[in-house]
């Protein structure tokens, strides 16, 4: 019973990642019918840009702690949000009225582009992040059942972000104007809401809580390559189809299954 109490915490944290990043997936397909192949490597983007906003701070601050991870959290997430909003601009809005397969190979030639860019911008070596931002402290909650600070945190912040992220579709303007354009296209644009912009605004948030799941990989395993977005981003993919694409509570409890069940 211990053993499973034990591969049951650890499946909730592998799927508090997968839930971050189906997010995106399930997000961009509810608003345009469209599978965003690139998702998985600007996931990778954000643990990339986690690692080094993180090796630019300890070198001018020379002292490790849970502090630095607030502004690498908020420089992956923004950079990312801002690429998504560009690819979306540049390789998928100008195919919006073309046939189903043109947005599908631009959207493969877009996470090509990435890959290969991030290769060949932090090369092909792993990467390992910074030991000591997190206490190394296990809490026992029973027999040999233990569960560490930094897993904790990872999945204390994953739930907090699913639930911003629901609470801000259910209980907002932009929240329901978007479901209204996961609707209808058209009739929104009759009542009057910015399709383009509502567009944008999901190829913001989608990446950017990709990107916070990048840095919370690259903190859990410790290292991570240009391959990351790969194996994620189709894991991600198969826990969006399992949740039901297109809605954002299936996702998280797809994500939640599917890391349960690995």
């Known amino acids: 019973m211990e053993e499973f109490v034990q591969h049951l915490i650890n499946g909730i944290t592998i799927g508090a990642f997968y839930s971050l990043v189906a ?4 997000m961009v397909y509810g608003v345009l019918r469209l599978i965003n192949f690139a998702h998985g490597d600007l996931f990778m983007w954000g643990a990339y840009l986690g ?22 959290f908020l420089v992956a997430m923004i950079t990312v949000a801002l690429v998504g909003v ?9 195919l919006r009225r073309a046939t189903r397969l043109a947005p599908i190979i631009s959207a493969l030639g877009a996470a ?16 390992v992040y910074p030991a000591g931002l997190i206490p190394e402290i296990e809490w026992r909650l029973f027999g040999n059942v233990s ?3 930094a897993q904790a945190t990872v999945v204390l912040v994953s739930l907090l972000l699913m639930a911003a992220l629901y609470l801000f579709v ?27 912009r509502i567009i944008s605004t999901v190829f913001f948030i ?7 799941g990048g840095v919370m990989v ?6 991570f390559d240009f391959t990351l977005g790969w194996m994620f981003g189709l894991k991600a993919f198969v826990a969006a189809i399992l949740g039901g694409i297109g809605n954002i509570p299936g996702a998280m409890l797809g994500g939640m299954l599917l890391g349960i069940v690995e």
């Open 23 to 26: 997010l995106g997936y399930t």
């Open 51 to 72: 690692w080094t906003a993180l090796a630019v701070l300890l070198a001018w601050v020379a002292r490790s702690g849970p502090l630095l991870l607030i502004p690498a």
């Open 86 to 94: 560009l690819i979306e601009r540049v390789a998928y809005r100008p």
């Open 112 to 127: 090509f582009v990435l890959e290969s860019v991030a290769r060949n911008v932090w090369g092909a070596s792993y990467k």
């Open 147 to 149: 569960i560490g600070v």
């Open 170 to 196: 259910q209980y907002t303007k932009v929240g329901t104007a978007m479901r209204a354009v996961s609707l209808d296209h058209d009739t929104s644009r009759l009542m009057g809401i910015d399709v383009d």
């Open 206 to 212: 989608g990446p950017a809580l990709g990107a916070a």
């Open 218 to 223: 690259g903190l859990h395993y410790g290292s």
